[in-house]
């Protein structure tokens, strides 16, 4: 019996575990509205990585707060979280090739890469870029709000045609995301832009106006408000 009261004691004065890494991260986690939650999310998620290196759920969650951190962080560190985010990616996607997580972080460390070592690498990126975007389209369409859409438009809407732009395809490619993902701004924007560039004034003018009345998701208030500025500098310069 005594040792059994002591076994007890000694079970009570054991520290609660903590929460699961995975949740305290989504709960951090701000899509850069606040950058020090972010890397808090990221420390979290690394210091979970040893014990859990083949998990999926990690290694993709893993793969965005690089991406987000990295976008945040100053200029001569950028390179070193993207990079970091793709080789988090590319584990989360040999681990789960059939879902549309892991693609679409890959694809956006891919393009954070491209953007700060020039043109001449963006250009060897952007077939991973398309080809990881397409296939989170086809896994998932309505993931990130549609956002795997948003990637392919602004590809083909800012890359040369001699590169394979192309300013019709991007046009289809914001109008499909819209569809699935109606109040995304993020895509009514580039949408705006693709009529713009093809002489469609007056359906860029309904985007653009769409744009400003929306309600701000409080959850992506810094982004959603930056979107609202810049429909309006288009709208006093048409």
Same mark, same amino acid.
């Given at each position: 019996?005594?040792?059994?009261?002591?076994?007890?004691?000694?079970?009570?004065?054991?520290?609660?575990?903590?929460?699961?890494?995975?949740?305290?991260?989504?709960?951090?986690?701000?899509?850069?509205?606040?950058?020090?939650?972010?890397?808090?999310?990221?420390?979290?998620?690394?210091?979970?990585?040893?014990?859990?290196?083949?998990?999926?759920?990690?290694?993709?969650?893993?793969?965005?707060?690089?991406?987000?951190?990295?976008?945040?962080?100053?200029?001569?560190? %950028? +390179?070193?979280?993207?990079?970091?985010?793709?080789? @988090? =990616? /590319? $584990?989360?996607? *040999?681990?789960?090739?059939?879902?549309?997580?892991?693609?679409?972080?890959?694809?956006?460390?891919?393009?954070?890469?491209?953007?700060?070592?020039?043109?001449?690498?963006?250009?060897?990126?952007?077939?991973?870029?398309?080809?990881?975007?397409?296939?989170?389209?086809?896994?998932?369409?309505?993931?990130?709000?549609?956002?795997?859409?948003?990637?392919?438009?602004?590809?083909?809407?800012?890359?040369?045609?001699?590169?394979?732009?192309?300013?019709?395809?991007?046009?289809?490619?914001?109008?499909?995301?819209?569809?699935?993902?109606?109040?995304?701004?993020?895509? %009514? +924007?580039?949408?705006?832009?693709?009529?713009?560039? @093809? =002489? /469609? $004034?007056?359906? *860029?003018?309904?985007?653009?106006?769409?744009?400003?009345?929306?309600?701000?998701?409080?959850?992506?208030?810094?982004?959603?408000?930056?979107?609202?500025?810049?429909?309006?500098?288009?709208?006093?310069?048409?």
């Amino acid at each position: 019996m005594m040792r059994l009261v002591t076994i007890i004691a000694f079970v009570l004065c054991l520290p609660a575990q903590s929460p699961d890494a995975i949740q305290q991260a989504d709960r951090l986690f701000s899509y850069g509205e606040d950058p020090a939650r972010d890397r808090h999310a990221l420390e979290l998620i690394e210091r979970a990585m040893p014990s859990q290196a083949n998990s999926y759920q990690l290694l993709w969650r893993a793969s965005r707060a690089y991406y987000h951190v990295g976008d945040d962080a100053p200029s001569k560190e %950028k +390179l070193n979280y993207y990079e970091r985010g793709i080789d @988090a =990616g /590319r $584990r989360a996607v *040999a681990l789960e090739p059939g879902r549309a997580e892991g693609h679409f972080w890959l694809g956006a460390n891919y393009g954070g890469v491209g953007e700060q070592k020039g043109a001449f690498k963006a250009l060897q990126l952007i077939r991973k870029i398309r080809a990881e975007m397409e296939t989170v389209v086809r896994l998932n369409p309505g993931y990130e709000d549609g956002n795997g859409y948003l990637a392919l438009c602004e590809l083909d809407r800012q890359l040369p045609r001699l590169l394979g732009g192309n300013t019709t395809r991007s046009i289809a490619y914001c109008e499909q995301g819209l569809r699935l993902a109606p109040r995304n701004l993020e895509l %009514k +924007l580039a949408l705006a832009k693709g009529y713009l560039e @093809a =002489g /469609r $004034r007056d359906d *860029a003018r309904r985007q653009l106006q769409e744009i400003l009345p929306q309600q701000i998701n409080p959850e992506r208030a810094r982004a959603e408000r930056g979107l609202q500025d810049e429909a309006r500098r288009m709208l006093g310069a048409m």
